[in-house]
């Protein structure tokens, strides 16, 4: 079936502007994770969804970034008042849970720069 | 292999050749392990996992070597192929109900034809 998607794919805005990127996860799959990475580095996680429960939200860097989840579908990730260092590539996974709740299918990420 | 700086660490290798890429992970505890392989403008993508009842798993041109004693996990490529240049990261999980994975700074394959 489909896989993971976001958007938008690309994403230019100015510098205190917000941003809403979106992504939606394979259908079934109870958890979604969004992550973000900056050029030539490694992932940084950001904020797990699994099902209903309360999210983990350990990973958001400040308080101008904040993600939805309804259900077992469609999250967004709001940056609010953008600043230069928020430009990355923002990823977003989903895992199936059960005895592969460990392999995380990702999206094609969403490129934000911020001028 | 790792190496310090701003700058992703890079193996670069001829065509056919075997390659093997390194990662140093952070917590003992850590029980399971994936490769990711991530394509210029792509999502990582699964390769191979491990758990840490093992010290090797094969896949298909590919073998993950896992040393618990020194916390090291290695990715081995038979026979590289250009299709292979990617960045490749390793990521560990805990596990006992926690499933945020902490991710490997990556490694940048290049496969020269």
């Known amino acids: 079936g489909a896989g993971v998607s976001q958007s938008p794919s690309n994403k230019v805005t100015e510098k205190g502007k917000d941003v809403e990127l979106r992504c939606d996860p394979i259908s079934g799959h109870t958890a979604l994770y969004w992550y973000r990475q900056r050029l030539g580095q490694g992932l940084e996680f950001l904020i797990y969804?699994?099902?209903?429960?309360?999210?983990?939200k350990s990973g958001l860097p400040s308080d101008r970034f904040s993600a939805e989840r309804t259900g077992e579908s469609v999250s967004t990730l709001t940056i609010q008042r953008t600043q230069q260092e928020d430009s990355a590539v923002y990823l977003c996974a989903s895992t199936s849970g059960g005895g592969s709740q460990y392999e995380q299918y990702f999206g094609p990420g969403t490129r934000l720069t911020v001028t | 292999g790792e190496s310090v700086g701003l700058h992703l660490p890079t193996l670069s290798v001829q065509e056919g050749d075997n390659s093997i890429i390194n990662c140093a992970y952070s917590n003992s505890a850590s029980d399971y392990f994936i490769w990711y392989k991530q394509e210029s403008g792509k999502g990582p993508q699964f390769i191979i996992d491990?758990?840490?009842?093992?010290d090797k798993r094969q896949g298909q041109r590919v073998t993950v070597l896992l040393n618990k004693t020194v916390k090291h996990l290695s990715l081995q490529i038979a026979a590289t192929q250009p299709g292979d240049s990617a960045v490749y990261f390793c990521?560990?999980?805990?596990?006992?109900?926690?499933?945020?994975?902490?991710f490997g700074r990556g490694t940048s394959l290049i496969v020269h034809p």
């Open positions: 969804f699994q099902g209903n429960s309360a999210p983990d």
């Open positions: 990521a560990e999980n805990i596990g006992g109900g926690s499933y945020i994975p902490t």
């Open positions: 491990i758990r840490s009842n093992m």
